[in-house]
Structures are given as structure tokens and as C-alpha cells.
């Protein structure tokens, strides 16, 4: 079973910042979270990950709380084409061992 | 940035024959692979573990004598399912985790629309 916890659904204006909840209150202290999103019919899409800190990248921020329960996607600049389906994900960096568990994600509708 | 490819991008079958999809890293080798499935307004579930040169190692409830998965080089992995059924039909995506890079993030193929008649 999946190990977070996200809203089913989300609406955004375009031009705004859109800021996705993820709970994970039983993550162990070694993995990591990722953010992947999926546009219909495509395969998903890797966003950013991270362990403590919070980490940038020109798709968008990752905020983890200090207790590392839970964590914020912020796309900065929402537009038309985020929309999509984000997951978030709990998972060890290993590449052996480093299976992703699919939740249920957040449906993010961005609109004009 | 990584590129997976996966062929075909759709297929159409009758039922009772086996079909190939074939996942190919373009950018780097990978010595693991990983091969999802997802139902239409689903999320996507794990199938198996693709490791080259060794077998694979499935998910509980996945058949593995019914998708068979061949991992014969380092920027290759196959899925075939056999005997296909009408329930067999979704979308099938492999992701490749990049060999040395301690699996920092995964990357996806385009995925397979499998369906069948």
C-alpha cells in the first residue's frame, strides 16, 4: 500500500503558485520523498525529490517539514500545461531497491 | 534529460495470443527496470522488478508465468504477456532507475495501450 496521503483533487488559477499537500507521517528515516506527475495518457514524469532539506529545481520547490511527516509541491508559476496528475511518493534512492508505490495522486486543474 | 522508449505504443490483439513490449533506455544503462500497469482512472501498480541478467522478481499477485520479463542487457527489458485476455487490457509503463546513480529519481517510458479483443 502506498505510504502518503494527498487530496484528490485541486484547482489553480493560471499565473498562480499551486502548493500540493502530501502526508507521510510513517517514513522511515532513510527514504526519500518524490514528486512525479502524469499528463493523460503518458507515462509520469519526474518532478524532484528529497530527503530533509528543501530542494529547487526549474520545474518546482519541495517543502519537508522538520519532522519529516509531510511535505508541499509548489509549482511557482501554475499554467495550462501543469495539469495533470501529481503523486507523491515514499521510496529508498537504492536503484535495487528503489520500487515507487503509486497512491491515488492529486488531480490538479489549472484554469485560465 | 533521460529519454525511455517503449514499443509498441499501442497494440490490438485477440485473445489467447501473446504479446511483446519492449522497453529500451536510450540515454543510459540500467541495470534494473521496473514494469507498471494501470487501469483506466487508476493509479499505476507495481508489476515486477526487471534485473538484467538474473530474474525478475514480481509483485504479490502478479503472475509471472503470465508476464513474462526478460532482461537480457543493460538497455533492455521485455514484458510479454501471454495467453491475453480481455482483463489484461491497460496501459503498461516501464521506468528505468540510471545504474550509479543510487536511484535518484526514476525515469518513465510513453508507455503501451494494450488491448484486447
Known amino acids: 500500500d502506498a505510504k502518503t496521503t494527498q487530496p484528490p483533487s485541486m484547482d489553480c488559477a493560471e499565473g498562480r503558485a499551486a502548493n500540493l499537500p502530501c502526508n507521510h507521517s510513517t517514513i522511515s528515516g532513510n527514504e526519500y520523498v518524490y514528486w512525479y506527475r502524469q499528463i493523460h495518457s503518458q507515462g509520469p514524469q519526474y518532478i524532484i525529490h528529497g530527503l530533509k532539506n528543501n530542494e529547487t529545481n526549474e520545474m518546482a520547490s519541495l517543502i519537508i517539514t522538520e519532522d519529516r511527516k509531510s511535505s508541499t509541491l509548489i509549482l511557482p508559476h501554475a499554467t495550462l500545461r501543469d495539469t495533470a496528475v501529481y503523486y507523491c511518493i515514499v521510496g529508498y534512492r537504492s536503484s535495487n531497491t528503489g520500487k515507487l508505490i503509486f497512491g491515488q495522486g492529486t488531480t490538479l486543474q489549472v484554469k485560465p | 534529460g533521460a529519454v525511455v522508449s517503449q514499443h509498441p505504443s499501442w497494440v490490438i490483439c485477440k485473445s489467447g495470443t501473446s504479446v511483446k513490449i519492449e522497453c529500451r533506455s536510450l540515454d543510459f544503462q540500467a541495470t534494473t527496470m521496473f514494469w507498471y500497469r494501470q487501469f483506466p482512472k487508476q493509479s499505476l501498480m507495481l508489476m515486477a522488478t526487471s534485473n538484467e541478467g538474473s530474474k525478475a522478481t514480481y509483485e504479490q499477485g502478479v503472475e509471472k508465468d503470465k508476464f513474462l520479463i526478460n532482461h537480457a542487457s543493460l538497455t533492455l527489458s521485455t514484458l510479454t504477456v501471454t495467453s491475453a485476455h480481455p482483463e489484461d487490457s491497460s496501459f503498461y509503463i516501464c521506468?528505468?532507475?540510471?545504474?550509479?546513480?543510487?536511484?535518484?529519481?526514476?525515469?518513465f517510458g510513453p508507455g503501451t495501450r494494450l488491448t484486447v479483443t
Open positions: 521506468s528505468v532507475t540510471p545504474s550509479g546513480t543510487g536511484g535518484a529519481g526514476q525515469y
